[in-house]
Structure formats: structure tokens, C-alpha cells
């Protein structure tokens, strides 16, 4: 790194961003220098592939500005295969992946970008070659690799799994034509695999670069899995309601309500829930993270939180501008179908949970779960 311009000072200015990156104390300065130091020289490698995506996690990462991108895939980690980024094509490309996973089998981390279609023997999502197959004719030709034969080559190697976006984490928009595609989640797929492997999920359409960058850091500082909520997404991003930290609670508290697109008044800052805004049953840290840069974040600019981080988006949370079910405004009460009890607290009247439960006859949940 000094052989780069890097000075000592810039060194620790950087392992002090990761520690805020990650939520830690900057007492831990001195141990995230060190474990960076080892990161650099180590260069863990990275396996990036993608299922049935648009690509939009991948072009999310690449607006990561400190460690920029390059920096991360070139420096931090030594990330062998990523399609959207990387220059080789072809054999050239995935003879690296083939390779990477045999000479590293339980040191790679695999990144997995959208579901994985199983419908029509997976031709619905292939890269690469497979052995070679006959055409009508008898003729010897090349056949395409489906991704679910590539994850049960790669799977077995993984020191961990990470699946990048809520469509590889649960489906997402994808999911939404499943019986179609058999678009399944590829923590479903690793299971069937590898039940023992670990999976870390990184909810949100896209997601958002920390939240990928900051779990990757901390898998690799630590050398263990980050602390997982229910749904194996990192809780230091996804452990706190985006309603309890969004900027126009005062509003939702208040009865203030958006309630015609037509009628909206900058100072005002009405609340968007009957615009269809997800944010009470959402868990991520999008109000105080904010995206792009920390420049804004959806209902900043306006638009209602769609749950993209949520295992229920995008098929049980639709229609997007539309009011969430059985939600009223005396209390938020429990939707039971689909989202389970929404922990909100105290609500614009002032009845909690506890009263809600109590008049719906169900059993509270234990231990602090949702």
C-alpha cells in the first residue's frame, strides 16, 4: 500500500470507516488495521456469479465510493469472477471459476445474484459449457451449463454463501412467475446441497453496496457469520424497522397523510402509508444509511418504501402504491397471512401491541421476536 501513495494515516483513516461501516466501536481501530493488513496480503477470493437477475445488485456495488469498486475487487479481495465487471469472456472467464474452485475448496466466499431457475432442466439461466450432447441429427454439439449444475459444483467449496439481493434471497420479482421458471431462492438450493453451509441473506432490490461490502468485512475480519435475524439477514442493517426511523413519523403519529400525488407540498413532508409506503413492516437501515453516497433515500425523495428489503416483496406486497392489508389507522394491527406481527410500538393512538393481541386472542411472541 505505500507502494501506492497509501500513508499510514490514510490506513487507519480507512479501517476507521470500516469500523463505523460496521457499526463497531473505534476502540477497534487498531484490530480492524490488523485484520486488513492480513485481508490485503491474503487477498480472499471472491466467486460472483449470477442467476435470474437484471444485474441491478452488481451496478448498486459499483457505486461504492470508499473503498471505491475497484479498489474492493482489486485490492481488498480478489474477487476471480464477476460477469458483470470483469473483462475476460468465455473459456478465458470461466476456466477461473472452474479453476478457483478447486485450488481454493473451503476459502472462497460464493456471491450468488438472483434466484435460481429449475424449470425446463434450468435452461431458463445457463453460462458456459457443459459435456457435449447430440442435436436431432446425431450431431455432437456443445450443451449450455445450467446455473443450478454451476451451484452444485461451487456450493461444496464455499467457506459461505452470500445471496445479493432480495430476488437470490427470496424470490423477489422473479419468484412472482415462479411457476413458470421454478425461480427458487438460493438459500432453498444450498439446502438441498449442503445443509450445513452457511448463508448469509442481503435483502433489497437493489441492494445496497454496505450492505454487501459491510458483510463481506465483517465475515472475513471476524472469520464467522455476522449475527442473522430470522431470515438470515445481517442485523446490524436489517435489525430495525425503517417506520421507527423514518423522518416523517412525526407525520404518521400525527394522522398527517399523503393522500393524492397531485396534492403535495415539499414542506409539508406527509407521510406516504396510504400511498402504499411498506416502511411499518420493513426492516433496514435505509432512513439513516441513505443511498447514493447518503444523498437521499426513497421517501426522502418522495416516493413510498416498496419493502424491497422484506422476504414478502415484491408478490405479497403488491400493488406497490397501494395501502398495505388489513393495516388501519386506530392501531397497526397484525397481519397474519402473510408479514406476521408488525412490531412497530406505540402507535398515532397510542395502543401497543400487547392491547392488540389481547383483542385479536393470539399468543404474544417470546423472546423479543417480531
Keep these: 500500500m505505500e507502494g501506492k501513495g497509501v500513508t499510514r494515516r490514510q490506513f487507519i483513516k480507512y479501517a476507521g470507516a470500516t469500523a463505523a461501516l460496521l457499526g463497531l466501536s473505534q476502540a477497534l481501530v487498531p484490530e480492524i488495521a490488523r485484520a486488513l493488513e492480513e485481508m490485503a496480503s491474503g487477498k480472499p477470493p471472491v466467486l460472483w456469479i449470477q442467476g435470474q437477475n437484471c444485474s441491478g ?5 459499483l457505486n461504492t465510493n470508499y473503498p471505491d469498486a475497484a479498489e474492493v475487487v482489486l485490492d481488498k479481495l480478489s474477487v476471480r469472477y464477476q460477469p458483470t465487471v470483469m473483462a475476460a469472456a468465455g473459456y478465458t472467464a470461466t476456466g477461473v471459476l472452474e479453476e478457483t474452485a478447486e485450488e481454493m475448496k473451503g476459502k472462497y466466499v460464493l456471491v450468488v445474484e438472483g434466484p435460481i431457475p429449475t424449470a425446463e432442466g434450468g435452461e ?9 450432447t447430440k442435436d ?5 454439439v456443445p450443451k449450455d451449463k445450467p446455473i443450478e449444475v454451476w451451484m452444485e459444483e461451487l456450493v461444496p467449496g464455499a467457506a459461505a454463501v452470500i445471496a445479493l439481493g432480495n430476488c ?3 424470490g423477489g420479482i422473479p419468484a412472482a412467475n415462479a411457476s413458470v421458471t421454478g425461480s427458487t431462492p438460493v438459500e432453498d438450493i444450498v439446502a438441498r446441497i449442503d445443509k450445513d453451509k452457511p448463508v448469509i441473506n442481503i435483502g433489497g432490490c437493489p441492494s445496497h453496496p454496505d450492505w454487501f461490502l459491510g458483510t463481506v468485512l465483517s465475515y472475513l475480519i471476524n472469520q464467522e457469520v455476522p449475527e442473522l435475524d430470522r431470515y438470515k439477514r445481517p442485523t446490524m442493517f436489517f435489525g430495525k424497522l425503517i417506520h421507527e426511523n423514518c423522518e416523517r413519523r412525526a407525520s404518521f403519529d400525527a394522522g398527517l397523510f399523503l393522500e393524492d400525488w397531485n396534492d403535495y407540498d415539499p414542506d409539508m413532508k406527509l407521510c406516504l402509508f396510504k400511498m402504499g409506503c411498506k416502511g411499518p413492516v420493513t426492516y433496514a437501515d435505509c432512513p439513516t444509511r441513505r443511498w447514493n453516497s447518503k444523498v437521499n433515500w426513497c421517501v426522502g425523495s418522495n416516493g413510498p418504501c416498496h419493502g424491497c428489503a422484506e422476504p414478502a416483496f415484491y408478490k405479497d406486497l403488491s400493488p406497490l402504491y397501494e395501502p398495505l392489508p388489513e393495516v388501519n389507522f386506530v392501531g397497526l394491527t397484525p397481519m397474519v397471512d402473510t408479514l406476521g ?5 406505540a402507535t398515532a393512538a397510542g ?6 393481541y389481547k383483542q385479536l386472542g393470539k399468543k404474544e411472541p417470546e423472546g423479543g421476536e417480531e
Design 124 to 132: 431458463f439461466c445457463t453460462f458456459g459449457l457443459e459435456d457435449e
Design 351 to 356: 395502543i401497543g401491541g400487547h392491547y392488540l
Design 57 to 61: 445488485c452488481s451496478v448498486s456495488f
Design 168 to 170: 437470490a434471497a427470496y
Design 136 to 140: 436431432l441429427m446425431g450431431n455432437k
Design 341 to 345: 406481527w408488525i412490531a412497530a410500538g
